[in-house]
């Protein structure tokens, strides 16, 4: 049981390239989302997905793209890198969207990819 | 909008001295709010949240929606309490988004 995980760890594009972000989770589970982490900006939502085939936008979602064409994968598209996409990203995941009592709507993290646009 | 906020980017407190982290929010609805974690070298991790007001490594949160916070407390920090602290907001209207705040960097120093 992997939980989620990330590729690349580390990334360096130049500007104007363009490259994808994996993540994939082995916990069946239904909730995936997408983060970056900036310094003083603490974590801000990209795109969210809540089952395979639907996906929405979060709070910072110009210049991302996602798909959800299965339930274990959920990949983030830089189309065209601009160095203000310089961070670090992070995907969770969860059985449905984190809120309530019930323990498995918890968000698991996967351990970041930091990326950086030149 | 709906917004999280806390306010302190870092907070600096010595070992057995009590602690506050601030968390507000803005939200038009009922709100449910979390404590995520994360420690050096580890990913984020969930704390505890408001709904099941547990206390957890001796942190408490209580909902206060007068003043539309969501402070975590202890009384007693630890070294091991060093980390950096999200206040996190479930918006229930707007299809299941989690929002965080900026963070706060706790220290604590022996």
């Known amino acids: 049981n992997a939980g989620v995980t990330q590729t690349p760890k580390f990334q360096v594009l130049k500007t104007g390239q363009s490259m994808t972000l994996q993540c994939a989770q082995d916990?069946?589970?239904?909730?995936m989302s997408w983060y970056r982490q900036d310094p003083g900006m603490g974590l801000r939502l990209i795109h969210y997905?809540?089952?395979?085939?639907?996906?929405d936008q979060g709070e910072v979602p110009n210049g991302y793209n996602v798909s959800r064409s299965t339930t274990e994968d959920f990949p983030l598209r830089l189309l065209s890198a601009a160095p203000s996409q310089t961070s670090v990203y992070f995907c969770?995941?969860?059985?449905?969207?984190?809120?309530?009592?019930?323990?498995?709507?918890?968000?698991?993290f996967g351990a970041g990819s930091r990326l950086t646009v030149l | 909008a709906q917004r999280v906020t806390q306010p302190e980017k870092l907070l600096s407190v010595f070992k057995g001295a009590p602690v506050e982290l601030k968390c507000n929010y803005s939200?038009?609805?009922?709100?449910?709010l979390f404590w995520y974690v994360q420690y050096s070298r580890q990913r984020l991790q969930l704390l505890l949240r408001?709904?099941s007001r547990e206390s957890i490594k001796g942190f408490t949160a209580d909902l206060n929606k007068g003043e539309t916070s969501f402070h975590l407390k202890k009384p007693f920090a630890q070294e091991e309490d060093s980390a950096m602290y999200y206040c996190?907001?479930?918006?229930?209207?707007?299809?299941?988004?989690?929002?965080f705040g900026q963070g706060t960097e706790l220290s604590v120093k022996p």
């Open positions: 997905s809540v089952g395979a085939g639907i996906t």
């Open positions: 408001h709904i």
């Open positions: 996190a907001l479930f918006l229930y209207n707007q299809g299941g988004k989690l929002i």
């Open positions: 939200y038009s609805g009922s709100p449910e």
């Open positions: 916990m069946n589970h239904e909730y």
């Open positions: 969770a995941s969860s059985y449905s969207p984190p809120g309530g009592l019930i323990g498995a709507n918890v968000l698991t």
